[in-house]
């Protein structure tokens, strides 16, 4: 197996080769994360990119693809590193022209340029690409890594099969297992905010928290990628990460340090004391639905059962948290496009102020990840007049208007990390595995209910999701709140 050793993108030689370079991700993503990275000369040593794909085209046609950056300043230069290798997944002689052309670029710089394999591909072609980098070999040598983006499998089963895979080839430390909401500033900065402000750890808990929301929502459909989306859904597609890993971040204890193993374990034991919801009673705490013209799109089964919005209710098994309901929720064509936590803590303004008129909703504090990162914390006020009258109003802040200067795009953290070697914003086996269980169970559930004659309801676009979802949270005197 190859070594691990740090790369400095500024001064080191590396080589990173995109599998499935004319895909969305390297498109929206990835090629724009690179040149963003360039621009602010952070990619300044000798670097190379290689786009693999199945299309036939020369490497000044693959410069061309991504015309939208061909009138940018620096584009010109930056596209001067772009390279192209044609194949499709499956021919092996395509990775043996891969492995001759990386062979090319250490003879032309003079040295063995540290590699780095990203699979920007469909999930069902990972095995494929890992099983032919073994038989060629391309997998061996020093400073390899492996970057694998989210789906992580399609259940337990899968995960944990793909998982063995890899670390059949590849070290642990050499594996970057993709989410990047992990790299979203807000994200990162509910450690910062959770632990270093003594006024919020004694009241993060049981005692003092009613519940807790999570929104992540979508204005738009699933676009181009009907393919891809289509018997994956939702669930897959963004609770088994997104959602999972911003829970993880609400709810996990405070790391004993701010080293990368020490993160990673906190962030695993709050995922692994979620309690599984068991098949039969995923009716009464998982609501899926599917917005109006979805299976009108392309590459949509015409019966497709395929979820586009889920909503679920959950509990996470630790002192902290015990019986403090988790409400999560998902989906596209939503009202507007925006990810947000909402800690709702218990009403106190009854106690001595109930003949005044309370507030419904008291004291809210909300995360806001995108757009617009910042937090915000609702509180209650006496409103101006002779007459006691109160009601609640907002402290806020957002990241633009404190902090001078562009957040740094999620993907560009990402990339920075894998270069450095730093994997504590990348999931770990335990971590997956153990969102995998929860998720899992969820979707025999659903077997079931699709064998009963289920058939999933839709919602409108541009809507909240399915009517259920809002009973779900309301059988409990409690309500979506809306940022």
């Known amino acids: 197996m190859a070594s691990v050793k740090e790369i400095n993108p500024q001064n080191n030689s590396f080589v990173m080769v995109i599998f499935g370079a004319t895909g969305d991700l390297a498109q929206n993503k990835l090629i724009p994360a690179l040149f963003s990275l360039f621009s602010q000369n952070k990619l300044s040593g000798n670097f190379s990119i290689i786009g693999f794909s199945r299309r036939e085209m020369p490497d000044v046609e693959f410069r061309k693809f ?12 930056f596209s001067k590193h772009l390279f192209y290798q044609r194949g499709t997944f499956e021919d092996k002689s395509a990775y043996k022209n891969l492995i001759k052309k990386l062979k090319l670029f250490d003879k032309k710089n003079k040295t063995l340029m540290a590699r780095f394999f990203y699979l920007a591909t469909p999930p069902q072609n990972y095995e494929t690409i890992l099983d032919f980098m073994k038989k060629t070999r391309l997998s061996e040598g020093e ?17 944990v099969a793909l998982d063995e895979k890899l670390h059949k080839i590849f070290k642990e430390e050499q594996i970057f297992r993709v989410d990047h909401y992990l790299g979203k500033e807000t994200v990162q900065n509910m450690l910062a905010f959770r632990f270093a402000n003594g006024i919020f750890e004694p009241v993060w808990n049981k005692n003092f928290i009613d519940h807790v929301q999570i929104t992540f929502a979508e204005s738009g459909g699933i676009g181009r990628r009907g393919k891809f989306f289509d018997g994956v859904g939702i669930l897959r597609d963004v609770a088994q990460n997104h959602l999972m890993q911003i829970l993880a971040a609400v709810a996990m204890e405070q790391p004993v340090s701010f080293e990368k ?8 034991k709050v995922i692994q004391a979620i309690n599984c919801i ?22 949509v089964d015409n019966n497709s ?85 109160l009601e609640t109003v907002n402290m806020k802040f957002t990241y633009k208007e404190e902090f001078e200067g562009k957040i ?76």
């Open 143 to 159: 400073g390899i890594r492996i970057i694998i983006e989210k789906p992580f499998g399609k259940d337990l089963d899968t995960a």
């Open 408 to 483: 740094k795009d999620a993907y560009e953290k990402v990339l920075l990390d894998i270069f450095s070697g730093d994997q504590m914003l990348f999931n770990r086996s335990d971590e997956l595995a153990s969102s995998w269980e929860f998720i899992t169970k969820i979707l025999k559930g659903w077997e079931k209910e699709d064998k009963k004659g289920f058939r999933i309801k839709s919602y409108e676009k541009g809507s909240w999701g399915s009517e259920e979802s809002v009973d779900l949270i309301k059988q409990d005197n409690r309500e979506w709140i809306e940022a």
């Open 305 to 389: 059962k395929t979820e586009t919005f889920a909503a679920m209710k959950l509990f996470i098994d630790t002192e902290r948290f015990k019986g403090v309901p988790f409400y999560l929720r998902a989906g596209k064509m939503m009202p507007k496009s925006t990810v947000y936590v909402s800690i709702v803590f218990i009403q106190t303004c009854h106690i001595l102020f109930k003949e005044y008129g309370c507030p419904e909703i008291g004291n809210v504090l909300t995360i806001k990840i995108q757009p617009d990162e910042g937090i915000s914390m609702q509180v209650i006020a006496k409103k101006p007049g002779e007459k006691l009258s």
């Open 278 to 299: 068991e098949p039969e009673d995923v009716p009464k705490f998982v609501i899926r639905g599917q917005y109006q013209g979805y299976r009108s799109e392309g590459d």
């Open 261 to 268: 193993e020490a993160i990673r374990d906190a962030r695993a």
């Open 66 to 77: 991504f015309r939208e950056f061909s009138d940018r300043k620096g584009w010109a230069e």
